[in-house]
C-alpha cells in the first residue's frame, strides 16, 4: 500500500482542544477563588516535585543526559521529513498502515471510518495527549461512538465530565474524596458503601474497567516515541491498563504527532532515563510496550497510524519557538511552575496547560489567534521550568519572543491606542531627554503624598490596577538621585574644602532613612 507523504504547505495552523475559549488573565482570575483547587494542586506538585529532585540527584551525569536529549530532538527536527519517509518505509513493511492528517478535522474522519469499517461502537483508549489535542472523544459521541478511557485518572475525569489540568495527572485538581463522590454518582454498579481508601478507589475502577478489556475490538492510543529505523512505536506508563488497550483487541488505530520520532533504538535509551525521572519521579517505568508492525496469531491484526501535523509545522517554521517541539510530555514545567501551582491547569484553556501549554499553544494555533495571545503572558519568566526540563527547552525565552511576536502582529491594526500604548509613547518621550526626565521627578512628593502615612501605594487605576490587586507600591524617595547628586556635587565657594571625589562632608551624612538617596 502507498501512502502520499508530503511536507504541507507552511504554516497549517492547529484545530481542536487548542484554543481557549477566554484570556488567560480573566480564566486564571477565576480559578484563583478556588481554594480547593489551590490546596488539591499545591499537595500534588510538590510531592510529585520532591520525588523529581530525589531520583534526579541520584545520577552524576543527569546534565549529560538533558544535553544528550537536547540535541538528540534537535537533530530530529533537522531531519524530519527524511525520518518520516524512513519510519513509514518501516513501519509499512511490517504489515501496519499509515494514515497522514493535516489538523484535528482530518484526524477524527480518519479514526472514525476505520472505526466503522470493524463494524464497532466502542472502543478502549490509552492515555493520549494527541487524542486529546484534536478532540477525538467528543467527535466519536457525535458520530455515535462510546470511547471509554482506561487511565484511571483519564477515566475521572471523563466520568466527571470534566476535562483533563495536568498532561501527566489529568485529575490533579480532584482529591480523593471527590474521586469517590463521582464514582459513586456516575461509575454503573459502584457499591454504596465505597470509600475514598485509595486502594478501594482502584479496585472501584478495574472491576468498572475489565469488562471493557475483554469485550472491546478495537483499540485508540496515542505514543510516547516512534523509531525510524525499525517501524517501532512506544508507550510508557505506570498503571498497565495501556497495555491491556495495546494487545487484546482486534485493531489498534494509534494517532500521534510527527514530532515524537527518535533516529534509532540508541537514542530511545537516553529518554529511557529522562522520561520517568522528570515525569513522575520513578527510576524507571513500570510499564515500557513496544510494538513493531502485525505479529500473526499475537495481538493486534490491524495496526494504523495516524501520522499528526495540526500547527507543528507551524511551531518547526518558527525559528526561535521550534524547540517546543522537543517537548516529550513529562510536565516537569508544571510541577515547578508558580503560576500553574496558583491556577491550575484549566486556567491556560489547551490541552497543554503550564509553561509548555503558554508555548506550544500559540506556536501550533499562531499568536494572531485571539484565544491564545494572552498564554505567553502566563508566566513570571522565573526560569523554574527551563532548569527543570529534561531536554532543556529554554521557555522563558521563547515566552519572550512570542510576547514580541503578539506585540509586532497588533502594531498599527488598533485605530484607538490603548493605555499601556498612551503608557509606552509617554515613557518613550520623557526618557529619551535627561531635561525631561528632570522635570518628572519634581513630581516625587506627589508620590509621597498619594502613599499616605504607611509609605504604601495600595491602589492605582487602569492597567496599573492588576499590578496593585497583588502587591503595594512603596512611596518614593523625596529626592530624586540626580537631584541628590546636584546637591552634594554643586562647586563649592572659594575657600572652602573640597571632599574627595566620591565622599560626603560630614555634616552631610544622610540623618535617617528617609534621607538615604
Known amino acids: 500500500m502507498s501512502t502520499f507523504l508530503g511536507m504541507p504547505a507552511l504554516p497549517v495552523y492547529g484545530t481542536g482542544n487548542l484554543h481557549a475559549s477566554e484570556s488567560f488573565p480573566k480564566a486564571a482570575h477565576r480559578e484563583l477563588g478556588n481554594a480547593q483547587l489551590r490546596a488539591n494542586l499545591g499537595h500534588a506538585t510538590h510531592t510529585i516535585r520532591d520525588k523529581r529532585i530525589q531520583v ?29 519517509e524512513q519510519f513509514e518505509e518501516n513501519f509499512t513493511a511490517r504489515g501496519g498502515v499509515i494514515h497522514w492528517a493535516r489538523d484535528a478535522n482530518e484526524a477524527n474522519a480518519i479514526v472514525a471510518g476505520l472505526i466503522r469499517e470493524t463494524g464497532e461502537t466502542e472502543v478502549v483508549k490509552v492515555k493520549s495527549m494527541a487524542t486529546q489535542e484534536i478532540g477525538l472523544n467528543e467527535y466519536l459521541e457525535e458520530q455515535g461512538i462510546a470511547a471509554f478511557e482506561t487511565d484511571l485518572a483519564e477515566l475521572i475525569v471523563q466520568l466527571d465530565h470534566d476535562k483533563p489540568s495536568h498532561i501527566l495527572v489529568p485529575a490533579i485538581h480532584k482529591n480523593r474524596t471527590e474521586i469517590r463522590d463521582i464514582f459513586l454518582r456516575e461509575m454503573p454498579g459502584a457499591d454504596p458503601r465505597l470509600t475514598d481508601d485509595p486502594a478501594v478507589l482502584a479496585m472501584a475502577a478495574r472491576s468498572h474497567l475489565r469488562r471493557k478489556f475483554l469485550t472491546a475490538k478495537v483499540a485508540v492510543s496515542g505514543a ?132 509548555i501549554g503558554a508555548i506550544l499553544s500559540p506556536l501550533m494555533t499562531g499568536i494572531q489567534a485571539e484565544e491564545n495571545n494572552s498564554l505567553p503572558y502566563a508566566s513570571s519568566l522565573c526560569g523554574a521550568c527551563y532548569d527543570a526540563c529534561p531536554v532543556k527547552i529554554n ?68 492597567i496599573a490596577a492588576g499590578w496593585t490587586q497583588s502587591r503595594d507600591i512603596p512611596a518614593p524617595p523625596p529626592q530624586s538621585f540626580r537631584d541628590w547628586w546636584a546637591k552634594e556635587h554643586r562647586t563649592p565657594a572659594a575657600g572652602s574644602a573640597t571632599p574627595s571625589p566620591g565622599t560626603l562632608p560630614q555634616n552631610k551624612l544622610p540623618q535617617n532613612k528617609e534621607d538615604q538617596p
Open 395 to 462: 521557555i522563558p525565552d521563547i515566552l519572550v519572543h512570542l510576547r514580541s511576536v503578539d506585540v509586532g502582529s497588533k502594531r498599527g491594526t488598533k485605530k484607538i491606542p490603548t493605555q499601556m500604548d498612551v503608557g509606552m509613547k509617554a515613557a518613550s518621550w520623557a526618557f529619551s531627554s535627561g531635561k525631561r526626565l528632570g522635570l518628572l521627578e519634581k513630581g516625587l512628593p506627589l508620590g509621597r503624598l498619594a502613599a499616605g502615612p504607611d509609605r504604601k501605594i495600595t491602589k492605582l487605576p487602569g
Open 56 to 84: 534526579v540527584s541520584e545520577l552524576p551525569d543527569w546534565e549529560q543526559l538533558r544535553d544528550a536529549g537536547s540535541a538528540i530532538k534537535e537533530s530530529v527536527m533537522a531531519r524530519l521529513p527524511e525520518l518520516l
Open 224 to 355: 510516547n516515541f516512534a523509531l525510524a529505523d525499525s517501524g517501532t512505536l512506544a508507550v510508557v506508563e505506570s498503571e498497565g491498563n495501556g497495555r491491556m488497550c495495546l494487545t487484546l483487541p482486534e485493531t489498534l488505530i494509534t494517532v500521534m504527532g510527527v514530532e515524537k520520532l527518535l533516529p534509532t533504538w540508541q537514542d530511545l535509551e537516553v529518554f529511557m532515563q529522562l522520561l520517568p525521572r522528570s515525569s513522575t519521579g520513578e527510576r524507571m517505568n513500570p510499564y515500557t510496550s513496544l510494538w513493531t508492525g502485525v505479529t500473526p496469531g499475537d495481538g493486534p491484526q490491524n495496526m494504523h497510524l495516524v501520522l499528526l501535523d495540526n500547527g507543528r509545522s507551524a511551531a518547526l517554521a518558527d525559528e526561535m519557538g521550534r524547540s517546543a517541539l522537543h517537548c516529550i510530555r513529562c510536565s516537569a514545567c508544571m510541577n515547578v511552575c508558580p503560576v500553574y501551582e496558583r491556577t491550575g491547569g484549566h486556567a491556560y484553556g489547551s490541552t497543554y496547560p503550564g509553561p
